[in-house]
């Protein structure tokens, strides 16, 4: 997708299962398996959409999906693997991993930097060898201090190797990352969640992150149960979701399983959002 100066790209890192219940907080699951219907496991399967920003002079990932570092038991926990990675997505654009120059993540949380890294034999590498790696301090924070409840979140593999090659930059609140890209504070899920806002030729793209994961998460109540301050995440919402229906923003949703993109407005009093097709 062309925005203005900008090619825009979903690298989808395959999908992956989470309990239901998990997925949709207070919901209860008569009303979301309308939605999303689990399987056998009460699992329901999400996307890892990511987006590839290519301005003029740099090629930006955003988010790099769960990644491949994880045992058979965790395969089969969370049903992830069977499909083509982040890597072999931009191989499909002729994009070695060396092309990529910025690594952003909207929070550490293991499905959305499983990708930073990859196992090469005993060790564990950077994925992409030149890129620099963009967190915000207050994310890394929360995840290197992390406690019983967030631990099975986040995992170091996904971060240290990154310090260990110097390619980690952490950075400091709201600001713009190259031009007309930016990080927005969107904290609730995460303190330190940040979503990516990408602007060019008067049009706004909005990668979400998990401020609202889905479509079926549209609606302000539908928090997952992962928020760290769902409170939080909902005046978040009300703030983010006025804007993006006000001036029509584009937004994107990390773990739609099937919609990648969207247009927000107000009806009725409740916000919905109707899909927009997303051609590559
Ligand atoms: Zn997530």
């Known amino acids: 997708m062309r925005l203005g100066r900008f090619q825009l790209n979903h690298i989808s890192d395959g999908s992956i299962r989470l309990d239901g219940g998990a997925v949709f907080g207070i919901v209860p699951r008569v009303l979301w398996e309308r939605k999303l219907r689990p399987d056998d496991r009460n699992r329901v399967r999400l996307g890892l959409n990511c987006l590839l920003i290519r301005t003029p002079h740099e090629a930006i990932l955003v988010d790099t999906g769960a990644g491949r570092k994880y045992s058979p038991k965790e395969q089969d926990i969370y049903g992830v693997g069977g499909e083509p990675d982040v890597v072999a997505r931009l191989a499909r654009l002729g994009m070695e991993p060396g092309d990529v120059d910025l690594v952003i993540n909207t929070h550490l949380h293991f499905d959305h930097c499983g990708g930073n890294t990859r196992r090469e034999g005993a060790a564990v590498a950077p994925n992409f060898p030149n890129a620099t790696y963009i967190v915000a301090r207050e994310d890394y924070l929360t995840a290197t201090g ?12 996904n971060w240290a190797p990154l310090q260990e090659s110097n390619q980690l930059r952490l950075v400091e609140g709201e600001q713009e990352i190259v031009p007309g890209v930016s990080l927005v504070h969107t904290p609730g899920h995460t303190p330190g969640h ?16 998990d401020l609202c994961a889905t479509t079926a998460h549209v609606p302000l109540p539908w928090i997952m149960g992962y928020d760290l301050f769902p409170l939080t995440t909902l005046e978040t919402r009300k703030r983010i979701y006025a804007r993006a229906a006000a001036e029509k923003w584009l937004l994107l949703f990390d773990h739609d399983p099937d919609v ?19 051609e590559d």
């Open 146 to 157: 992390r406690n019983e409840r967030t631990a099975v979140s986040y995992r170091s593999e």
């Open 194 to 209: 940040h979503s990516v806002k990408v602007r060019s030729g008067g049009e706004t793209v909005f990668f979400l992150g």
């Open 260 to 278: 990648v993109a969207g247009v927000m407005s107000r009806q009725e009093g409740r916000y919905v959002v109707e899909p927009v097709p997303w």
